[in-house]
Structure formats: C-alpha cells, structure tokens
C-alpha cells in the first residue's frame, strides 16, 4: 500500500510538472503572440502615419497645380490682349502710312495746295472706318473683342460733333 501511495505521488507530482510546462509553453506561446501583435500595430501606425503624409503631400501639389493652370490661363488671356493690341497697333500704323503716302502723292502732285493737319479723332473721317477694342466682361474673366466700326456708328457717340467732317 506504501507502495502504490508513493507510486500515485509520483504520478501526480510528474502531471504537475508536466501541467507547469505546458502552462509555460503556452505562456511563451502568448508572450511571441502579443510581441507580433505590438509589432503588427507599430508597423500598421506607421504604415498610416505615411499614407496621411503622402495624402497630404498629393493635395497639396494638386493645389499647386490648379494655381499654375490658373497662372497659365492669365499668362494665357494677357497674352491674347497683347495679341489683339499689337494687331490692332499693326492696323493703325499701315492706315496712317497710307495716310503719309496719300499726303506725300498729294503734296508732290498739289504743290500750291496746303495740308491742314487734323485732329486724331477726325482720322476716321477720312479712312472710314478704324479698329477699336471693346472689352466684354463675362464672369471673373475678361475677353477682349476686336471691332471694326464705320465713321457712321462712332458718329453716334456721345460727341457727335467731336467726328464731324472738317
């Protein structure tokens, strides 16, 4: 009976300790887990952390590209004012040299006859009709719109008087 008592002791002192290891190796087993669980959440932090800077980083150069493409559209539009200015400058300048050459033909041919200079505002009275710019406001931007007139629509401005022939 001694025996058998001894014998049972045994056994259940050797199911303790094979209890306690299996308890430690679960415990190791849960320790490895929650290790790769805190790295997982650090590295998904971080993971998060770099995609907010690259959002950020994408919305900010999406700013700065509407900001160039509306910089563009004003270099854009100025440039079409130059445009239209330097035609119309063009238009101008070939009408007062046929008005030169027309002077010149007629001096060299009427050498007796003075020419009377006159005013700026009476030029279309002799050439017809010149190009002006009227602008045309539509929203935030402006276009500008070349028009040619005759003397006949500019005569119906506010002075009349101002385009009547000398």
């Not at 010149?104 to 009275?125: A, G, V, Y």
């Not at 406001?137 to 022939?165: A, Y």
């Amino acid at each position: 009976m001694v025996l058998n008592v001894e014998r049972e002791k045994n056994m259940i002192l050797e199911q303790q300790a094979q209890l306690q290891r299996e308890k430690e190796q679960d415990q190791m087993k849960l320790y490895a887990k929650l290790e790769k669980l805190d790295v997982l959440e650090k590295e998904c932090f971080r993971l998060t952390t770099t995609q907010k800077t690259a959002e950020d980083k994408i919305k900010h150069l999406e700013e700065k590209l509407k900001e160039e493409e509306h910089q563009r559209k004003l270099f854009q539009d100025k440039a079409s004012e130059l445009q239209t200015g330097l035609e119309i400058s063009k238009i101008i300048m070939s009408s007062v040299s046929n008005l030169k050459h027309s002077k010149e033909k007629k001096k060299s041919s009427k050498k007796t006859k003075c020419i009377k200079r006159r005013p700026p505002w009476q030029i279309c009275s002799k050439f017809g009709a010149l190009p002006f710019v009227a602008e045309k406001v539509r929203g935030d931007k402006m276009k500008i719109v070349v028009q040619k007139n005759s003397c006949f629509v500019m005569r119906q401005h506010r002075d009349p008087h101002i385009l009547q022939k000398p």
